[in-house]
């Protein structure tokens, strides 16, 4: 034995041991630059354009350097004039003025204009121009307030579209102040994103729950025609379906008509371009989501349960809720995580069945990403949603960890 451990090479060792580990990791190779390129690199690119500031530094590089020790409490020196006319010189030639101009504009109402003006006018100035040309231009080139919003614009980093996500605004010395009250927006956007939501979820789970009981009882023949019949909006686009509630919810549409026809009511009644139909129509949409989840929980319960409680005394609600709940409750946790995720990203329902004040805030990112191409308030408001979903798992794995909750 002491011959043969002598002979035993520990570098040959590891290196065979790390030649195993390279090879079965090769398999796996496929599915990790999968995760990346479809998970890691979006949700990372989102938080980088977050906080990006990359139009007003690209376009405005000597003045960013000219003023990287300015305290912001006075103006910046004659230097720094004399470098923001040399940027705005070459970012007007460039045409890279523009989006600048419209990233100081957020920060400062009308100060896209001014910035452009002073740019094409700033071609015929002298090479040696600064602070008295810019201020014959405008006087506002006088204002701290002015100069320090070019100052977080071209950091190399800035919160000020997170801050803005949330109706805050930074003040010169980093510290966040409410935003003025007729330019609060986000923050209601967000809380109507929520409640719909949740109200979606609340229904979903009420219509859901006894679905998924029954799926879960009933004979397989008839499990698996109510299956069918529950992943039977799959099958369709969710466009032809939210179309399908425009006819049906419609003032002339068969509810109505129904409604009319028995009797019920005199006159229509409005249930489409209002909550209500945001409520009906994403409540059908995500029910399946909800469904699934729970019947899959609920398969795994043996079928005695209820039985074995009643012989033992309780009354048959008393089992139910003691009993049988409670081993629902990973798949309640789940059906309600799944819908309340996905309908935070809805906006195509809402545009179509909702009216102005029925807007969710996926459909404000849409608005910024593909109708202003204003990449980096989109992003903002993204990191927020996201923030709500980690919110969201958070507490879903609170309420996972295997302790079914005591119900009374």
């Not at 219509?207 to 998924?212: D, I, S, V």
């Not at 799959?234 to 049906?248: D, H, K």
């Amino acid at each position: 034995m002491e011959q043969l451990a002598g002979k035993i090479d520990p570098a040959r060792i590891r290196g065979a041991q790390g030649r195993h580990l390279r090879a079965a990791l090769v398999p796996l190779a496929p599915a990790v630059i999968f995760l990346l390129v479809v998970f890691v690199f979006p949700i990372a690119a989102i938080f980088y354009y977050a906080v990006d500031t990359g139009d007003a530094r690209a376009a405005f590089p000597r003045t960013r350097l000219a003023i990287a020790s300015w305290s912001g409490a006075d103006l910046p020196d004659a230097q720094a004039y004399q470098a923001l006319v040399e940027d705005l010189r070459g970012a007007f030639v460039s045409r890279a003025i523009y989006p600048a101009a419209r990233e100081l504009n957020n920060r400062m109402p009308g100060f896209r204009s001014i910035v452009i003006s002073a740019g094409r006018q700033a071609q015929a100035w002298p090479p040696e121009s600064g602070r008295e040309a810019l201020l014959a231009v405008d006087p506002v080139w006088g204002s701290v307030d002015h100069w320090r919003a070019i100052s977080s614009a071209v950091a190399p980093f800035t919160a000020y579209r997170l801050l803005a996500a949330l109706d805050l605004r930074p003040q010169w010395n980093g510290l966040p102040v409410a935003a003025p009250v007729d330019q609060r927006i986000y923050v209601r956007y967000l809380g109507r994103t929520l409640w719909i939501c949740a109200v979606v979820t609340v229904y979903c789970l009420v219509l859901g729950y006894p679905l998924a009981y029954l799926i879960a009882t009933t004979s397989p023949s008839v499990a698996r025609w109510l299956l069918t019949l529950t992943l039977l909006p799959f099958w369709t686009s969710i466009l032809v379906r939210t179309a399908a509630w425009v006819v049906i919810l419609q003032q002339q549409g068969v509810v109505n008509g129904s409604l009319q026809w028995a009797g019920l009511i005199e006159q229509p009644l409005t249930l489409i371009y209002n909550r209500v139909g945001v409520y009906v129509v994403m409540t059908h949409v995500l029910l399946p989501f909800m469904v699934l989840p729970i019947y899959s929980v609920m398969k795994g319960i043996p079928a005695n349960l209820l039985p074995a409680a009643a012989s033992l005394g309780a009354r048959p609600i008393a089992a139910f809720v003691q009993v049988y709940l409670p081993q629902s409750q990973p798949g309640i946790a789940a059906g309600c995580l799944m819908t309340f995720i996905l309908a935070l990203g809805y906006y195509v329902t809402p545009a179509l069945v909702g009216g102005a004040t029925d807007q969710m805030e996926s459909g404000l990112i849409a608005h910024f990403a593909l109708n202003e191409g204003n990449w980096g308030m989109a992003a903002s408001l993204a990191v927020i949603l996201v923030l709500v979903v980690l919110l969201a798992y958070a507490l879903y794995a609170r309420f996972s960890r295997g302790k079914a909750l005591q119900w009374a």
